[in-house]
């Protein structure tokens, strides 16, 4: 339960920022707080709840793990493993990644900012500031499931498929047709969607292996940064390299 507090506090926290950038303005509050993809605490409660195990080390493994491997909301990048696969390197630009990612007041950034985020979020969780009055509940997209789609049921969306949906909207929903939308940017998009997915289920799969696969209650990690730095011959480092090649694979 403390957790839960926690996480309830740093919701109010973040919510309050704006409102406390606007009554301080005129003291010189013109920053823009730092937009950060935050940790899949939802998921990580749930077996919390279910198991009976503190999760928050677990967490804060897995979302250390996702964030040395994809980056940033401002400064996003792929993994290795992605990129150095040839069948693999092809599903997303990193070019529509920066293009799509970042603040909408930089030129030729901030696509996914100015367009997305109020229903999907910063980390395509579904929970963007507009989300609770919306019907339906936009899509998580850490999840990688998505609905409307060519393809067979448990099977991935074409990208086809995802720039149909982006330029054309779904009727019944928030999500409309966005006037001005080039071809160009709305692939940047369906690659920035891509990337979120990606990301997410990493985030999502570390968490689900931590609970059926390590001790937690014993001690086990899913990976210990500090580990990194290491000697090579050491059985630190060489659990911070299995872990980081399980999260690889």
Known sequence: MDLYRRMLRLRALVLMGPL??????????????????????VHAMKYQIKEGID??????????????????PNDPKLPAALTEDEELASIVSMDNLVKASGDPAMEGRGLYRKHCVLCHGIAGDGRGTSAAILNPYPRDYRRGIFKFKSTARGAKPLHEDLHGLIANGIPGSAMVKIPGLTDEDVDALVDYTIYLSMRGELERTL?????FELDLEGGDRIIDPLAANADEESEERELFDEGWEIAED
């Open 207 to 211: 968490i689900d292996d931590a609970i």
């Open 20 to 41: 406390t950038c606007l009554l301080l303005g005129v003291a010189g509050c013109r920053q823009e707080a730092t937009v950060v993809f935050e940790p899949n605490l």
């Open 55 to 72: 999760m928050q080390q677990a967490s804060s493994d897995a979302h250390w793990i996702v964030t040395e491997m994809f980056g940033t």
